[in-house]
């Protein structure tokens, strides 16, 4: 059963500390997301990759937060340093785009949950 | 501005009783409509997708339908574990991001 995998679950840190969240994609996607989810703005992407490459990161406050794909089955986002307004659930999808196509699914993690005090 | 807007915010059901939840669109050129289920504590869970004006699909008590401007989840005969948070999304011509709806919180009692 082919799934998404985040950690940390849970990250508790005082503000003004680095935080750094890992995904392990799905084996076989090349197409990752990173996500935000508070209850007052829903469901937000902060960030994507497509074979590894960043393409789009604009949702993403870029004074203090940072993605990478080391490779293709880590990608990582970091923040430093961290504020009690980056308190929120971080979600991992991935997905793979077919040759010669433009739609997919993409397929969730778990999420971690940091709350920053 | 690109919208989508779930409605109602918030439904409970009894066992048994079919309903409808509805995702409203205004966007410029869709290429895609999703509907993901959420548990608490859980990411999304991908459910349908839905590409044209017409098309229909269907999963055990669940049906997806799509028009030009709006989708419909109907939940037929619910039962208490289809309690959940169901989110639409939808894909934009020429993007890869989703752009999610906040959701309807599903109650389904007994």
């Known amino acids: 059963d082919a799934r998404v995998t985040q950690t940390p679950r849970h990250k508790v840190t005082e503000m003004g500390q680095e935080v750094t969240m890992r995904c392990q994609p799905i084996l076989g996607h090349n197409t990752v997301f990173w996500y935000r989810q508070t209850m007052m703005q829903g469901l937000e992407l902060l960030a994507y990759f497509r074979n590894r490459a960043p393409l789009d990161d604009s949702g993403m406050p870029k004074d203090r937060f940072s993605a990478e794909m080391p490779d293709a089955t880590l990608a990582t986002l970091k923040i430093q340093p961290s504020e009690p307004r980056d308190s929120a659930v971080y979600f991992c999808a991935s997905g793979l785009v077919p040759i010669g196509q433009d739609i997919y699914e993409q397929y969730f993690g778990p999420g971690t949950r940091l709350t920053v005090t | 501005e690109d919208q989508v807007t779930q409605s109602p915010e918030a439904l409970r059901l009894q066992e048994g009783e079919s309903s409808s939840l509805n995702c409203s669109y205004t966007v410029s050129g869709l290429r895609g409509l999703f509907w993901y289920r959420q548990d608490p504590g859980k990411g999304p869970e991908f459910l349908f997708t839905?590409?044209?004006a017409g098309e229909e699909k269907e999963k055990e008590r669940l049906k997806a339908t799509l028009t030009k401007k709006e989708s419909f989840l109907h939940i037929t005969a619910p039962k208490p574990e289809d309690s959940a948070t169901y989110l639409c999304?939808?894909?934009?011509?020429?993007?890869?991001?989703?752009?999610f709806g906040t959701g309807t919180r599903l109650l389904v009692s007994p």
């Open positions: 999304a939808v894909r934009l011509r020429g993007f890869q991001k989703l752009v």
């Open positions: 839905l590409y044209s």
